[in-house]
């Protein structure tokens, strides 16, 4: 009866596991959701291998050398004609210009000092004629 017994019990697990399971099943349906789409435009991308050059090829350079102190462009960029591309130090510069206007005041001095001989010496020229 042992035997019989267990073949019972196990029979009667099995429908009521079984039972559960379609139950469960039945129950748990997905909730159905109302979706609404937005639109929006997508960029296209186009993805490749090759060679990019330039259309316009420019030496560009200063006429005097001294250290960067501010870039305001860099290789690639897209910039529009007369835009500041770089400052150099000045330093260097505004000594020599400084040196310069000192050579001209002293270059000025020196001619009206000889302006102002130029009479003086006329008339010893005069005086020592033969």
Same mark, same amino acid.
């Given at each position: 009866?042992n035997?019989?017994y267990?073949k019972?019990?196990l029979?009667?697990?099995?429908? =009521?596991?079984s039972i559960v399971? =379609?139950?469960?099943?039945v129950r748990?349906?997905p909730?159905?959701?109302?979706?609404?789409?937005?639109?929006?435009?997508v960029?296209?991308?186009?993805?490749?291998? /090759?060679?990019v050059?330039?259309?316009?090829?420019?030496r #560009? /350079?200063?006429?005097? /050398?001294a250290?960067i102190t501010?870039?305001?462009a860099d290789?690639g960029?897209?910039?529009?004609? /007369?835009?500041?591309?770089a400052r150099?130090?000045s330093?260097?510069?505004e000594?020599?210009?400084?040196?310069a206007?000192?050579?001209v005041k002293?270059?000025?001095s020196?001619l009206?000092?000889?302006?102002?001989?130029?009479?003086?010496?006329?008339?010893?020229?005069?005086?020592?004629k #033969?």
């Amino acid at each position: 009866m042992n035997k019989r017994y267990m073949k019972s019990a196990l029979l009667f697990a099995t429908v =009521v596991v079984s039972i559960v399971l =379609v139950v469960a099943f039945v129950r748990n349906k997905p909730v159905a959701v109302n979706v609404t789409t937005a639109e929006q435009n997508v960029e296209v991308e186009v993805y490749g291998l /090759g060679t990019v050059e330039a259309k316009i090829l420019s030496r #560009i /350079g200063f006429e005097v /050398g001294a250290a960067i102190t501010e870039l305001n462009a860099d290789q690639g960029d897209k910039v529009k004609k /007369g835009a500041v591309l770089a400052r150099l130090h000045s330093a260097e510069q505004e000594a020599k210009t400084a040196l310069a206007a000192a050579a001209v005041k002293s270059a000025e001095s020196r001619l009206k000092k000889a302006q102002a001989a130029i009479p003086k010496l006329q008339s010893t020229l005069e005086f020592h004629k #033969i």
